[in-house]
Protein backbone atom coordinates (compact mmCIF):
# COMPACT_ATOMS: atom_id res chain seq x y z
CA UNK A 1 0.00 0.00 0.00
CA UNK A 2 2.71 2.00 0.72
CA UNK A 3 4.52 1.72 -2.37
CA UNK A 4 1.87 2.37 -4.43
CA UNK A 5 1.25 5.60 -2.99
CA UNK A 6 4.71 6.59 -3.44
CA UNK A 7 4.54 5.81 -6.88
CA UNK A 8 1.13 7.94 -7.57
CA UNK A 9 2.84 10.51 -5.92
CA UNK A 10 5.95 10.06 -7.93
CA UNK A 11 3.87 9.91 -11.33
CA UNK A 12 2.39 12.85 -10.42
CA UNK A 13 5.65 14.83 -9.40
CA UNK A 14 7.26 14.14 -13.07
CA UNK A 15 3.68 15.14 -14.57
CA UNK A 16 3.44 18.43 -12.80
CA UNK A 17 7.20 18.60 -13.83
CA UNK A 18 6.77 18.26 -17.16
CA UNK A 19 4.24 20.05 -17.57
CA UNK A 20 5.66 23.20 -15.84
CA UNK A 21 8.50 22.18 -18.76
CA UNK A 22 6.40 22.31 -21.39
CA UNK A 23 4.44 25.94 -20.57
CA UNK A 24 8.15 27.44 -19.92
CA UNK A 25 9.37 26.04 -23.13
CA UNK A 26 5.84 28.00 -24.55
CA UNK A 27 7.18 31.33 -22.95
CA UNK A 28 10.71 30.92 -24.39
CA UNK A 29 11.03 34.62 -25.96
CA UNK A 30 11.26 34.74 -29.84
CA UNK A 31 12.87 37.86 -30.43
CA UNK A 32 11.21 38.99 -33.87
CA UNK A 33 11.86 41.90 -36.51
CA UNK A 34 10.50 45.16 -34.90
CA UNK A 35 10.74 43.84 -31.65
CA UNK A 36 13.70 45.87 -29.60
CA UNK A 37 16.46 43.60 -29.15
CA UNK A 38 17.13 42.27 -25.89
CA UNK A 39 20.00 43.82 -24.10
CA UNK A 40 23.33 41.57 -23.00
CA UNK A 41 26.84 42.13 -21.25
CA UNK A 42 29.65 39.75 -22.89
CA UNK A 43 33.39 39.62 -22.58
CA UNK A 44 34.81 39.42 -25.94
CA UNK A 45 38.43 38.04 -26.79
CA UNK A 46 39.64 40.78 -26.68
CA UNK A 47 38.88 41.50 -22.72
CA UNK A 48 36.23 44.08 -23.64
CA UNK A 49 32.99 43.73 -21.88
CA UNK A 50 30.43 44.87 -23.98
CA UNK A 51 26.54 44.92 -23.78
CA UNK A 52 24.16 45.54 -26.69
CA UNK A 53 23.08 49.28 -25.68
CA UNK A 54 27.09 49.93 -26.51
CA UNK A 55 26.30 49.90 -30.08
CA UNK A 56 23.98 52.73 -29.97
CA UNK A 57 24.18 54.62 -33.06
CA UNK A 58 26.08 51.76 -35.38
CA UNK A 59 23.85 49.01 -37.16
CA UNK A 60 24.94 45.85 -35.26
CA UNK A 61 25.22 42.75 -37.18
CA UNK A 62 24.46 40.07 -34.38
CA UNK A 63 25.39 36.77 -35.45
CA UNK A 64 25.62 33.48 -33.66
CA UNK A 65 27.41 30.73 -34.33
CA UNK A 66 29.42 27.29 -32.88
CA UNK A 67 32.63 25.65 -34.88
CA UNK A 68 30.52 22.34 -34.57
CA UNK A 69 28.07 24.17 -37.50
CA UNK A 70 29.86 23.41 -40.73
CA UNK A 71 26.71 26.70 -42.42
CA UNK A 72 28.33 29.07 -39.74
CA UNK A 73 31.84 28.11 -40.66
CA UNK A 74 31.10 28.82 -44.30
CA UNK A 75 29.89 32.22 -44.14
CA UNK A 76 32.40 33.76 -41.55
CA UNK A 77 34.65 35.23 -44.71
CA UNK A 78 31.70 37.31 -46.34
CA UNK A 79 30.99 37.89 -42.44
CA UNK A 80 34.48 39.34 -42.24
CA UNK A 81 34.29 41.03 -45.35
CA UNK A 82 30.88 42.78 -44.74
CA UNK A 83 32.45 43.93 -41.81
CA UNK A 84 35.74 45.80 -43.35
CA UNK A 85 33.68 46.88 -45.98
CA UNK A 86 31.28 48.91 -43.77
CA UNK A 87 33.17 49.79 -40.76
CA UNK A 88 33.36 53.10 -41.66
CA UNK A 89 30.21 54.07 -42.47
CA UNK A 90 29.01 52.47 -38.79
CA UNK A 91 28.47 48.89 -38.91
CA UNK A 92 29.40 46.41 -36.39
CA UNK A 93 29.48 42.80 -36.77
CA UNK A 94 29.82 40.52 -33.36
CA UNK A 95 30.11 36.96 -33.42
CA UNK A 96 28.55 35.08 -30.49
CA UNK A 97 29.68 31.30 -30.28
CA UNK A 98 27.88 29.02 -28.05
CA UNK A 99 30.98 26.52 -28.39
CA UNK A 100 31.01 24.70 -25.13
CA UNK A 101 35.10 23.41 -26.45
CA UNK A 102 37.31 26.28 -25.67
CA UNK A 103 40.12 24.94 -27.22
CA UNK A 104 38.26 24.19 -30.15
CA UNK A 105 36.88 27.84 -30.59
CA UNK A 106 40.47 29.48 -30.47
CA UNK A 107 41.71 26.90 -32.86
CA UNK A 108 38.86 27.76 -34.88
CA UNK A 109 39.61 31.64 -34.84
CA UNK A 110 43.13 31.44 -34.84
CA UNK A 111 42.83 30.03 -38.62
CA UNK A 112 40.28 32.06 -39.74
CA UNK A 113 41.55 35.40 -38.25
CA UNK A 114 38.01 37.54 -38.87
CA UNK A 115 38.41 40.87 -38.32
CA UNK A 116 35.08 41.66 -36.31
CA UNK A 117 34.31 41.14 -32.87
CA UNK A 118 34.01 37.47 -31.37
CA UNK A 119 32.88 36.07 -27.40
CA UNK A 120 31.96 33.18 -26.24
CA UNK A 121 29.14 32.38 -24.21
CA UNK A 122 28.85 28.56 -23.73
CA UNK A 123 26.03 28.50 -21.75
CA UNK A 124 24.22 30.00 -24.50
CA UNK A 125 22.20 32.34 -22.42
CA UNK A 126 22.28 35.38 -24.73
CA UNK A 127 21.10 33.15 -27.98
CA UNK A 128 18.29 31.66 -25.80
CA UNK A 129 17.33 35.67 -25.17
CA UNK A 130 16.98 36.28 -28.65
CA UNK A 131 15.02 32.76 -28.83
CA UNK A 132 17.80 31.42 -31.48
CA UNK A 133 18.43 27.63 -31.63
CA UNK A 134 19.26 26.97 -34.76
CA UNK A 135 22.98 28.14 -36.38
CA UNK A 136 23.66 30.24 -37.41
CA UNK A 137 21.20 32.88 -37.26
CA UNK A 138 21.83 36.69 -37.67
CA UNK A 139 20.10 39.61 -36.45
CA UNK A 140 20.54 42.95 -37.69
CA UNK A 141 19.91 45.86 -34.97
CA UNK A 142 19.75 49.33 -36.00
CA UNK A 143 20.51 52.07 -33.80
CA UNK A 144 17.81 52.65 -32.31
CA UNK A 145 18.06 49.12 -30.61
CA UNK A 146 15.36 47.63 -33.08
CA UNK A 147 15.42 44.39 -35.02
CA UNK A 148 15.45 45.17 -38.83
CA UNK A 149 15.84 41.68 -39.93
CA UNK A 150 16.62 38.28 -38.22
CA UNK A 151 18.39 35.81 -40.78
CA UNK A 152 17.85 32.21 -39.83
CA UNK A 153 20.74 29.86 -41.55
CA UNK A 154 23.89 30.96 -43.24
CA UNK A 155 24.52 34.31 -45.82
CA UNK A 156 26.48 35.22 -48.71
CA UNK A 157 27.14 38.74 -46.58
CA UNK A 158 28.45 39.66 -49.85
CA UNK A 159 26.07 39.18 -52.15
CA UNK A 160 25.00 42.38 -54.45
CA UNK A 161 21.47 42.17 -53.18
CA UNK A 162 22.72 41.92 -49.05
CA UNK A 163 25.36 44.75 -49.46
CA UNK A 164 22.11 46.73 -50.59
CA UNK A 165 19.84 45.69 -48.07
CA UNK A 166 22.79 46.69 -45.26
CA UNK A 167 23.54 50.14 -47.12
CA UNK A 168 19.88 51.22 -46.96
CA UNK A 169 19.86 50.16 -43.30
CA UNK A 170 22.86 52.06 -42.86
CA UNK A 171 20.98 55.72 -44.61
CA UNK A 172 18.12 55.05 -42.27
CA UNK A 173 19.35 55.79 -39.17
Request: glycine fraction near 6%; include cysteine.
Amino acid sequence: MKLERALKVGIIGCMALLAYGVVSALRTPVVGVNDRAPDFSVTTDNGRTISRSDFGGRLLVLNFWATWCPPCIEEMPSLDRLQQRFASSGLVVLGISVDRDSDAYRRFLERARVSFLTARDPEARISSRYGTFKFPETYLIDRRGRVREKIIGPADWTEAAMMERIRRLLEES
